[in-house]
């Protein structure tokens, strides 16, 4: 009898672990989903990184399909993902707009100065308050942003070549085609 009352817990704990492994099989557990797709940014006004007299409000990102990148100095994925934003700010033919989150001015620029800047301009967001109404989890994130200033898309995490082709390309080429027929 005693030995059948010591297998409960392990029973027990196995049947949890059955359900742990089922549930990451359902999903995808790094998609985070947001309220924002197909929603306009909510406004907003901040100043710009480089020039802080200089402010940016939402209607600074419409007129053309823009990846906005959530970035900071003490995120590590950020440097490992900066390559790529470069790769991409040169070679590919789409506009992108930083956000510095969470972060102190002096460093953001000593960081961007250090790895050069893929952004056309970057907006501080040194208390968070537009990455709070973006639905930021942290950094990095991309969001892909139409024409219109309408959030279309957003990935979480690192951008890489892979993440490029697959996801935000395709996406941007659309949109792109889609705001030139709009015109």
Known sequence: MKKAV????????????????????????????????????????????????REITNADLTGEVSLLNVW???????????????????????????????????????????????????IMDDQGKLGINLGVYGAPETYVVDANGVIRYRHVGVVSREVWEKDLEPLVDMLQDESIAER
Request: hydrophobic share 45%; aromatic share 10%.
């Open 72 to 122: 900071a100095t003490w995120c590590p994925n950020c440097l490992v993902e900066h390559p790529e934003l470069m790769r991409i700010s040169e070679e590919e033919n789409v506009r992108m707009i930083g956000v510095n989150y969470n972060d102190e001015r002096n460093k953001a620029l000593a960081w961007l100065e250090r790895h050069d800047s893929p952004y056309t301009f970057s």
């Open 6 to 53: 010591l297998f409960i817990p392990l029973a027990v704990f196995l049947i949890l672990v059955g359900f742990l492994a089922a549930g990451f099989k359902l999903d995808d557990p790094h998609r985070l989903p947001s309220a924002m797709i197909d929603q306009p940014i909510a406004p907003f006004s901040l100043p710009e990184l480089k020039d802080p007299n």
